[in-house]
């Protein structure tokens, strides 16, 4: 796996770790939220073991039954793990999901991996994608510290936006860089974006237009007419003079 922005697990000593078959037998609940049904428990442990994963953390802002996660979301229990020495990511699907498995989700990711954006996918199955456990902040919580200097901003900024313009020249459209929230995370290494559930390589993508009008509203810019225009020609050129010119027009060119 790539270090990109990440610790290995001998940097989380303190973290108490437990067996996949211990958490199916004794939390279910994480590996079938939000029935904590059985059989679906003991599934998601056993495509766990086969992808490598020897422990899972409880480790994260989110509890559920008194378990500590990094994350609850609509289709997902993301989940801290140990995988050969090393931490990953590992999304778990919900029972109740809207989606059937997360396949579609682990091809787009691969898609974005050879793009060069999103944490680097370690392996998928039906229930479980495994994938760079990357450590960071939200975009918005980054530029509302105020210990960041314009110049880094600016840098982190740009740099975002490259992410969404080789997820244009891939054809591959995020979906939901319209609202940034945690899909775009500032490590130490730079920005990344994460979370493909909802992308998709038949819809024309409009990364760069849906991030950049984004990162004006986080930055105060008005969209005003030039702004617009810039961000209009983008979508009908997809060239990279245009879009300089919109980062231009946000004031963030590097």
């Not at 056993?46 to 490598?52: D, P």
């Not at 802002?61 to 500590?68: K, S």
């Not at 500032?186 to 819809?203: K, N």
């Amino acid at each position: 796996m790539n270090p990109r922005g990440r610790a290995s697990v001998g940097l989380h000593t303190g973290v108490s770790w437990h067996d996949p078959w211990e958490i199916a037998e004794e939390a279910p609940e994480l590996l079938a939220y939000p029935t904590g049904d059985r059989a679906a428990a003991l599934r998601a442990a056993r495509e766990l073991e086969a992808l490598g994963v020897d422990a899972i953390a409880d480790e994260g802002e989110t509890i559920i039954d008194g378990f500590r996660v990094l994350g609850k979301g609509k289709s997902s229990i993301v989940l801290m793990c140990n995988v050969r020495g090393e931490l990953a990511a590992a999304k778990v699907r919900r029972v109740d999901a809207p989606v059937i498995d997360l396949k579609f989700e682990g091809a787009m990711l691969r898609a974005a991996n050879l793009a060069g954006v999103g944490p680097e996918l370690v392996g998928w199955d039906e229930d479980i994608l495994l994938m760079e456990l990357l450590i960071g902040m939200p975009l918005a919580t980054f530029l509302r510290n105020g210990e960041v200097g314009v110049d880094r901003s600016k840098r982190t900024l740009s740099l975002a936006l490259d992410k969404a313009r080789a997820l244009d020249a891939a054809h591959i459209d995020h979906g939901e860089l319209h609202n940034p929230g945690d899909h775009v995370l500032v490590t130490s290494e730079g920005p990344e974006i994460l979370d493909f559930g909802s992308a998709s390589a038949s819809r024309r993508p409009a990364n760069v237009t849906s991030l950049a009008s984004a990162i004006a509203r986080m930055i105060g810019r008005i969209p005003d007419r030039s702004l617009v225009q810039a961000l209009k020609k983008y979508k009908e050129e997809m060239d990279d003079r245009s879009y300089q010119a919109v980062l231009e027009e946000l004031g963030i060119r590097w």
